[in-house]
């Protein structure tokens, strides 16, 4: 018995040495690897929400202030001046604050959304949702246009009536449809007021059922301040709130993107729509947000025209000076250098011309620079001069092409102008009027094909759906369609080619029957970007956004408000950061991202520029160890230090993920794990090490 004790001892003894030695041999090798914990996570999201114009102020507490600023939250500590940011990744249910209300009996901020929903925030920043209005299914306008607080309750007036939030149980207490659009409510002895949007004022006593419509009645007895909008608020700190920087974009417009050189340029891109974004191109450099100069002052081409600065369509950077920017907008042609606006070209100094329409518009709706340094531009609903280069030497050439005329003008929303890897230059018209895409060959001066009437290989005609929006190539030369009825495929090998129909992919059903349906069919795509993978990221108005394989055969993802953080189901453009796999989704609420797991794929895969983060995995991660710097379909496996297969894959681009498991689904053990990959061409080799401690 002493002799088996003494060997459990010394067993004991053997494998607390043994984890020593692997602790000290994991902490030699951890020293020797990179550390990039400090790279986002693969599959994480992150908001860039808009504070930039105070809109309302309410003080809680001592010392913090609440403030809502273009449409978002934040709030400011009195004491020690720090800010505190929220958003619907982090903390609120829901994008575009419309209203806020202190209750300083429950100490809770009140958060009502443009769509009805309602947060409760304590000052800890917990936060409880209310969304009973929200999904409540009822005809009536559901806008709240006030908020009045009084006791543990928030009376909100609505489209249709009062409704009654008891922010102490975090509930609707009650609601009076009034059938009347009531824009303020207001108590006083024993009465609720509420007065509608023509000033009429209704009033019922709060001991009566004010469910029943009945116990309301019009009156012209109540205070003549009842109704006044209590601005003690911001009065007081206006001044100190507008001093303040709580970072972000400047406006939460996005719907043109371009990521260059590891910088978001971007603008409103709000091409053909009735509603004028601010004219600001806004960059994004790493966590910093610059703002080209959005105001007329002292800039060469004015005239004194008084034309309005009011929108922003599209934007580039000279390929051979990164200060040097051009962006089209909706009353002409800006050129930029070192963040200030240095020429404004109109009718009256350039070859440009007004809109047909109107002619306080120069429609410049797409500026993008080809691979020598000259700018090409379109102008919609122009006399001839709808599509113009500018030399790299600032020559003006005007190139009318009649197949963009139509009634005597140019079409009227051309847009999305991009060139193609041919240097074959492509844009649509997006109006309900002669929809069409184009592609156009800048050395013969001819339009290659003007697609009016789109047409399947199947001889299926989308012209009453068709309406297309965005045009993208992907990484094998095709070249992609976004429209109304879904995306259409025209194959690089039929580009210069008369293009007789557009391809809709058929993705076989794998029901055991023969059919097929075709990808995204009828889905209205509103944007589209190719990821370092080539799998394609497909916006739309109204479902979200849809992320498709490389071969075009399997849905890979599908972002909605509903299964994500994605901010708004409406897209309005996607950009990729291609060195770092981030996805933007510029969106009607602003702009978000997603870390996707693919980024650009090296031309030569090279040892030094391959690693995986985070490295060493440590104890209690749970996400995916990412693998970066590989060749595009590179192969992929994890080895244990003895050449044990653990697990295996193709690359996205440049990047491969684990999710730390073997092939059985099982957590690896702590160790040293090699990376092999395998080239394309067959090229093999352990190209890093992952550490794993657990």
Excluded at 425 to 454: G, M, Q, R
Aim: glycine letters at 8%.
């Amino acid at each position: 018995m002493i002799n088996d004790k003494m060997m459990e001892r010394n067993k004991t003894i053997c494998n607390k040495g043994k984890r020593w030695l692997m602790m000290i041999a994991l902490s030699f090798v951890i020293c020797h690897l990179s550390f990039t914990v400090a790279l986002a996570q693969t599959g994480t999201w992150n908001a860039y929400i808009s504070y930039y114009e105070p809109q309302q102020i309410a003080k809680a507490g001592s010392h913090t202030l609440f403030v809502r600023a273009s449409n978002g939250l934040y709030s400011y500590n009195l004491n020690d001046q720090s800010i505190t940011t929220y958003d619907k990744l982090h903390q609120l249910s829901d994008t575009y604050v419309s209203l806020i209300a202190w209750n300083q009996k429950t100490q809770r901020l009140i958060i009502v959304y443009s769509n009805s929903n309602i947060d409760l925030m304590d000052l800890a920043g917990n936060v409880t949702n209310i969304s009973a209005l929200y999904s409540k299914s009822m005809t009536q306008n559901k806008t709240v246009n006030s908020i009045f607080i009084s006791d543990q309750y928030a009376y909100l007036s609505t489209g249709f009536g009062v409704v009654k939030v008891n922010m102490e149980r975090a509930e609707i207490a009650e609601s009076y449809i009034l059938d009347q659009n009531i824009i303020a409510t207001g108590i006083n002895n024993g009465k609720l007021y509420a007065q509608t949007e023509q000033k009429t004022v209704y009033a019922g006593n709060l001991t009566s059922n004010l469910i029943d419509k009945h116990s309301w009645a019009a009156t012209d007895d109540y205070p003549a301040n009842l109704f006044n909008q209590d601005l003690t608020d911001w009065n007081t700190y206006a001044e100190t709130v507008k001093s303040l920087q709580p970072g972000g974009p400047k406006h939460n417009h996005f719907g043109f993107m371009r990521f260059k050189d590891g910088i978001l340029y971007s603008c409103g891109g709000n091409v053909g729509s009735s509603n004028a974004y601010p004219a600001t191109v806004q960059l994004k450099k790493g966590d910093e947000w610059e703002f080209l100069q959005d105001d007329m002052t002292g800039v060469e081409g004015t005239n004194g025209s008084g034309w309005t600065f009011v929108e922003m369509y599209s934007v580039d950077v000279d390929p051979f000076d990164s200060k040097h920017i051009f962006a089209g907008g909706r009353t002409g042609l800006y050129e930029y250098y070192d963040g200030k606006l240095v020429k404004y070209y109109n009718k009256d100094n350039s070859i440009l011309q007004t809109a047909t329409t109107s002619n306080k518009y120069v429609l410049t709706d797409g500026v993008t620079y080809d691979k020598d340094g000259n700018l090409w531009m379109i102008q919609s609903d122009v006399k001839n001069n709808s599509l113009i280069k500018i030399s790299k030497n600032n020559e003006w050439f005007p190139y009318y092409q009649d197949l963009l005329m139509y009634n005597n003008e140019s079409l009227p929303k051309l847009t999305s102008l991009i060139i193609d890897s041919r240097g074959l230059i492509w844009f649509v018209n997006k109006h309900w009027e002669k929809p069409s895409f184009f592609c156009y060959d800048p050395s013969t001066n001819t339009i290659v094909n003007a697609i009016f009437n789109l047409v399947n290989q199947d001889g299926t005609s989308a012209q009453e759906s068709y309406n297309p929006r965005c045009i993208a190539e992907d990484r094998d030369a095709n070249i992609w369609i976004g429209t109304a009825n879904g995306p259409y495929l025209i194959e690089a090998e039929r580009v210069n080619t008369t293009i007789e129909y557009a391809t809709q992919v058929k993705v076989p059903r794998n029901d055991g029957t023969n059919y097929a349906d075709y990808l995204l069919g009828g889905v209205d795509i509103s944007a589209i970007a190719v990821d370092g993978g080539n799998r394609k990221w497909f916006g739309t108005r109204g479902s979200g956004v849809y992320l498709i394989s490389d071969d075009n055969m399997e849905q890979l993802q599908h972002f909605t408000t509903d299964n994500s953080p994605l901010l708004s189901n409406i897209i309005e453009g996607i950009a990729i950061d291609h060195q770092t796999g981030e996805v933007f989704f510029g969106t009607d609420q602003g702009l978000c991202s997603y870390m996707s797991d693919a980024t650009e794929a090296a031309i030569e895969m090279v040892k030094e520029d391959v690693y995986a983060y985070p490295n060493p995995v440590v104890s209690g991660y749970e996400g995916l160890i990412t693998v970066v710097g590989l060749s595009r379909n590179a192969d992929v496996k994890i080895l244990t230090s003895s050449g044990v297969l653990v697990a295996e894959g193709r690359s996205n681009g440049g990047t491969f993920t684990w999710d730390g498991r073997d092939r059985q689904g099982r957590r690896v053990a702590s160790g040293i794990y090699m990376v092999a990959a395998a080239t394309s061409e067959g090229q093999k080799g352990v190209v890093c090490k992952i550490a794993i401690v657990r």
